[in-house]
């Protein structure tokens, strides 16, 4: 029963953590649109000055939002740590995998703060999102195919998968062509919260699971 209880509690944990990341993640971009937007309106300098007041208010809210993002992340973190020691130990591994992501994350997102005034972080942030996603999608594919896994979980982690290659499909339809075909950068958008819907939806099957033996 106890260990049922630390179960229950680490998984919701993780499910809360994921929320937040999800409400901060969405706020930030819609952030970051809205200013990228005003910047691309400006036509001179006097239109910039008078753009300078609107946009530090937009780029204030985008570091809270990523502030926020950042607890989630800490909160999932934490969680994911205990939930290591509740899962069979042939899965153990692969929660290590996702535990490892997101430590890569969490100095990710430090960085994507500090990126704010030091742009040539980018690339930097760009490189460590990729090894994380790398570490994530080894992590989940593992327990989706795993025989230790409970089965509701199972599916749960499918959905994770799955949101996480969404994830990657929209972000690269984004970096390569939103530019180009503006409509492009709104579907990988909406295709990305559909993606964190996903996660959601996933870490509430794994929720009501019940604690391998």
Not at 120 to 141: P, S
Request: glycine share 8%; charged share 10%; with cysteine.
């Amino acid at each position: 029963m106890e260990n049922n209880s630390a179960w229950s509690l680490t998984t919701k944990g993780m499910y809360n953590a994921v929320l937040i990341q999800t409400i901060c993640g969405a706020a930030a971009a819609l952030f970051s649109a809205i200013l990228s937007i005003q910047l691309m309106s400006v036509d001179s300098l006097s239109d910039l000055a008078a753009l300078a007041d609107g946009a530090s208010v937009w780029s204030i809210l985008g570091i809270i939002a990523g502030i926020g993002s950042l607890v989630g992340f800490i909160l999932f973190f934490m969680n994911i740590a205990k939930f290591k020691t509740l899962v069979n130990a042939n899965d153990a591994p692969a929660v290590g995998n996702i535990h490892t992501a997101m430590i890569l994350t969490i100095v990710n997102a430090v960085l994507s703060i500090l990126g704010v005034f030091i742009p040539f972080l980018g690339i930097i942030t760009l490189i460590i999102a990729i090894i994380a996603l790398v570490f994530q999608l080894m992590g989940y594919n593992a327990l989706k195919n795993s025989t230790t896994f409970p089965d509701i979980a199972r599916e749960g982690a499918n959905k994770i998968f799955t949101a996480i290659i969404i994830s990657l499909v929209a972000g690269f339809i984004s970096g390569l062509f939103s530019v180009l075909v503006p409509i492009l950068g709104l579907i990988a958008y909406l295709a990305v919260i559909y993606a964190w819907i996903m996660q959601l939806q996933g870490w509430a099957l794994i929720a009501k699971s019940e604690q391998p033996r």
